[in-house]
C-alpha cells in the first residue's frame, strides 16, 4: 500500500525508459536540473511538416519518477503515429498533465523529480525561435 | 555504548512515532522534553521581553536569556561575551560576512577588480563546504573582487592539507573551513588551517554546525577566530544559532544588522554602537530559543558529549560493517577514527546484476522506500554542490547517528536497502 507510488508501470518504464535516445535533428531542445539532487535531463523534439511531433526523446539519469516521467511524457508528445502533439498543445502542458499521466500521488518531495522532463520541454519551448 | 532505552524516554517524539527509526539527525535532531519544558517555562511563567522590563518577570527573562549564553560559552571554551546569539547557522555566517567586510580594520577593503586585474587578497575555503558557509564568501569575494580557492579532498575523504599550504599564502585574508563534513562525516583538523592561516596573518572561520554537541569542540584549542553553529542539530529548538567571536575582534566589529538594543547613542542622523556582543543581536531576539539551547547544552553535559561520540563511533562502525555486505554499493565517508557519525553512500547496483539483491537503486527512490517503512534517512546534494561534484556523483543518500539510535537501527536501514533493490531489480 506504502509503496503505491512505485507502481509496476512506473517500474517498467525506468528499466526500459522509451526514446532515451539523442536526436541530430530536432526542432525543440532543453534541459531540466532537479534542484534537490542534481539530477539532469535533456530533452529533444523533432516536428513534421504538418506541425505535429513526430518524435520525441531524453537524455539523462535519475531516480525511477523522473525516468518514467520522461519515457511517459515523450511517448505522450508523439502519441500514436501521425497523431503526434501540435506546438499548441506542447504549450498547454500543465504540472497536472504529468501527476495525471503519471497516476500517481506525487508528495511534495517528490515534485521535482515528477516535473524534470516537463521541465526541461519548457525550457526547450522558451528556446524555441517561433 | 549509552542505554538507548533510557535515553529514548528522555525524547518524547519516539513515544508519538513508536516504530521511528531516524537516522537524520546531520539535517535535524530531536528534542529532549527537558528543552521543551524550559522554553514551556517562558512562555507559561515568566514571558516578557529582556533587557528592557523593570519588572520581576522581566529580570527572570534577561537572567535565563544570559544564562543560555553563559551556558553555551561554556560549553565550546569561551566567555560568555564572545557568544552572539543567532538565528542559525546561515545567519551567523552571513552576518559575519558582512561584519568583516564593515569593518576596515580587519579586512581592508581592496578596490574592485578590473576584468585582467591580478587581484590581491585571497580568500581560501575547503570544497567540503556547506552552501551557508561557502556562498555568502562567494558572494564577497565577488563584491570586493578577491579571489577564492578551494582545498580538495585528499586521502580518506579527509582535506589535502599539502595542499591547503600550498593555497595560503601571504594573499590570503580568511580561511574557512568546515568541523565535521555533513556529507562524509569526516572530523578536519581545523587546527592545522588555523595555523597555517594565523602564520600568514588570516582569520580563521570554521563551521561546526555538525560538530558542537557531537564531539568535543574547544574554540581555543581549534584555534578558531570565528566559528558558528545551530541549535537544532544538537537537541536545540530551531531558529537559535551561535556566532562565537574571539573578545578583542568581535570588540573591533560594526553590527550589520542594525535596530533597537544595540545603539549607544542615536540622533536624526546618525548612531553609536554599544558593546559586543549586545552590538550583533538587535531587535526581539529568539528568548525561548535561547533558552532551550541553554537546556540542551545542559542536557549533552550530563550525558556527556564524549559519550555520545563514543556511542555514535561504535554505530559508525557497525554501519561500515553491515553495508559494505552490500553488493554494489559506493560508501562516502571518512573511515571511523575521524567520523562524526555520518555515511553517504550511493547503491549502483552490479553490471550484470544476478539476483534481485544486486541492483541499483537512486537515492531519491531508496529514501522513499525506507520512509515507508518509518526508516528516516537522507538524499540529495546535502546543499554540498561543489563536494559533490568532487566525488563524481549528484545525489547521495545519507544516515546519521546521534545518542538516541542503536544497532537494530541500522539493521532497519539494511532491510530498507534491500527492499528497495528487490522492488528494483530487472
Not at chain 2, 542559525?88 to 578596490?111: C, D, H, K, W, Y
Request: glycine content about 10%; charged content about 20%.
Amino acid at each position: 500500500m506504502d509503496e503505491e507510488i512505485y507502481k509496476e508501470n512506473i517500474l517498467d518504464h525506468n528499466r526500459n525508459p522509451h526514446n532515451r535516445e539523442v536526436l541530430d535533428e530536432y526542432d525543440l531542445r532543453g534541459g531540466g536540473t532537479n534542484p534537490t539532487c542534481g539530477d539532469e535531463l535533456e530533452l529533444f523534439v523533432k516536428l513534421g511538416e504538418d506541425g505535429k511531433v513526430t518524435h520525441a526523446t531524453f537524455l539523462g539519469s535519475g531516480c525511477a519518477i523522473s525516468q518514467a516521467g520522461a519515457s511517459m511524457l515523450t511517448d505522450k508528445l508523439k502519441g500514436l503515429p501521425g497523431q503526434g502533439m501540435t506546438l499548441a498543445g506542447l504549450k498547454l502542458l500543465a504540472p497536472g498533465d504529468i501527476y495525471s499521466m503519471l497516476g500517481i500521488h506525487i508528495s511534495p518531495g517528490r515534485v521535482n523529480c515528477a516535473l524534470l522532463a516537463y521541465r526541461a520541454l519548457n525550457d526547450g519551448l522558451k528556446n524555441a525561435k517561433a | 555504548m549509552l542505554d538507548t532505552k533510557a535515553i529514548k524516554k528522555d525524547f518524547p517524539i519516539f513515544e508519538h512515532e513508536k516504530d521511528l527509526v531516524y537516522l537524520d539527525s546531520a539535517a535535524t535532531s530531536q528534542t529532549p522534553q527537558v528543552v521543551l519544558d524550559a522554553m514551556n517555562g517562558y512562555y507559561t511563567s515568566f514571558r516578557s521581553n529582556i533587557h528592557r522590563g523593570l519588572y520581576k518577570m522581566g529580570e527572570e527573562a534577561s537572567e535565563a536569556y544570559e544564562s543560555a549564553r553563559a551556558s553555551v560559552a561554556r560549553f565550546i571554551g569561551a566567555a560568555p561575551e564572545e557568544i552572539v546569539l543567532t538565528s542559525g547557522a546561515t545567519a551567523s555566517s552571513n552576518m559575519l560576512v558582512r561584519m568583516l567586510e564593515e569593518s576596515g580594520s580587519i579586512f581592508p577593503r581592496t578596490p574592485l577588480g578590473f576584468q585582467g586585474e591580478s587581484l590581491e587578497d585571497e580568500i581560501v575555503a575547503t570544497v567540503m563546504e556547506h552552501h551557508a558557509s561557502l556562498i555568502p564568501l562567494q558572494e564577497l569575494a565577488k563584491r570586493e573582487g578577491l579571489a577564492i580557492k578551494l582545498v580538495p579532498v585528499g586521502l580518506a575523504y579527509g582535506i589535502d592539507y599539502d595542499a591547503a599550504e600550498k593555497l595560503i599564502t601571504p594573499k590570503t585574508k580568511i580561511v574557512a573551513c568546515v568541523l565535521a563534513s555533513n556529507v562524509l562525516g569526516t572530523i578536519n583538523d581545523v587546527r592545522r588551517l588555523a595555523d597555517l592561516a594565523h602564520k600568514v596573518g588570516a582569520l580563521m572561520i570554521v563551521d561546526a554546525t555538525e560538530a558542537v554537541g557531537h564531539i568535543p569542540v574547544d574554540v581555543k584549542k581549534l584555534g578558531a577566530d570565528f566559528l558558528y553553529f545551530s541549535g537544532h542539530k544538537m537537541l536545540g529548538p530551531t531558529g537559535i544559532g551561535v556566532l562565537y567571536g574571539r573578545k578583542d575582534l568581535l570588540e573591533a566589529l560594526p553590527p550589520s544588522v542594525f535596530g533597537g538594543g544595540i545603539v549607544e547613542k542615536v540622533t536624526g542622523e546618525s548612531a553609536t554602537w554599544t558593546s559586543s556582543p549586545k552590538r550583533f543581536e538587535a531587535g526581539t531576539p529568539n528568548i525561548a530559543g535561547a533558552i532551550g539551547l541553554g537546556a540542551a547544552v545542559e542536557y549533552l553535559g550530563k550525558v556527556g558529549v564524549e559519550n555520545i561520540h563514543a556511542h555514535v563511533r561504535e554505530l559508525t562502525s557497525y554501519a561500515f560493517e553491515k553495508l559494505a555486505q552490500i553488493p554494489g554499493i559506493h560508501v562516502f565517508a571518512a573511515p571511523v577514527e575521524q567520523n562524526v557519525g555520518i555515511i553517504s553512500f550511493t547503491i549502483d547496483g552490479l553490471p550484470a546484476a544476478a539476483t534481485a539483491l544486486q541492483a541499483g537503486v537512486h537515492p531519491h527512490d531508496l529514501a522513499q522506500i525506507a520512509g515507508d517503512s518509518n526508516v528516516a534517512i537522507r538524499a540529495g546534494h546535502h546543499c554540498a554542490a561543489p563536494l559533490m561534484q568532487t566525488l563524481g556523483v549528484p545525489a547521495t543518500a545519507r544516515a546519521s547517528f546521534y545518542l538516541y539510535n542503536e544497532k537494530a537501527d541500522i539493521d532497519a536501514l539494511i532491510e530498507a536497502i534491500k527492499k528497495a533493490q528487490m522492488m528494483f531489480a530487472k
